[in-house]
Nanobody, 111 residues
């Protein structure tokens, strides 16, 4: 049974930090790229960051220098460390691996 489960979202003040985690099971996670998308209300889903199976990393311009993506293939996990958060980072964040998606975790940046 394939599962992709995100955790770590929540409410944080501007300038704060959060660490999102993604746990994958039921498929060969380490053989595929993984990453994070986000979708804000009324907006299209956008790619935030991705990391290939070999460690090649992409960041959207809007998060460069503030977000860090990583993965632990031994544990079938991916992470998104988010720092200096801004209200415009508010969205549901989704983890994906291969062709599978999680249900998302809400990140709200507000004072």
């Amino acid at each position: 049974q394939v599962e992709v489960v995100e955790s770590g979202g929540g409410l944080v003040q501007p300038g704060g930090s959060l660490r999102l985690s993604c746990t994958a099971s039921g498929f060969a996670f380490s053989s595929y790229a993984t990453g994070w998308y986000r979708q804000a209300p009324g907006k299209e889903r956008e790619l935030v960051a991705s990391i290939s199976k070999g460690g090649l990393i992409y960041y959207a311009d809007s998060v460069k220098g503030r977000f860090t993506i990583s993965r632990d293939n031994a544990e079938n996990m991916a992470y998104l460390q988010m720092s200096d958060l801004k209200p415009e980072d508010t969205a549901v964040y989704y983890c994906w691996g291969h062709q599978y998606w999680g249900q998302g975790t809400q990140v709200t940046v507000s004072s």
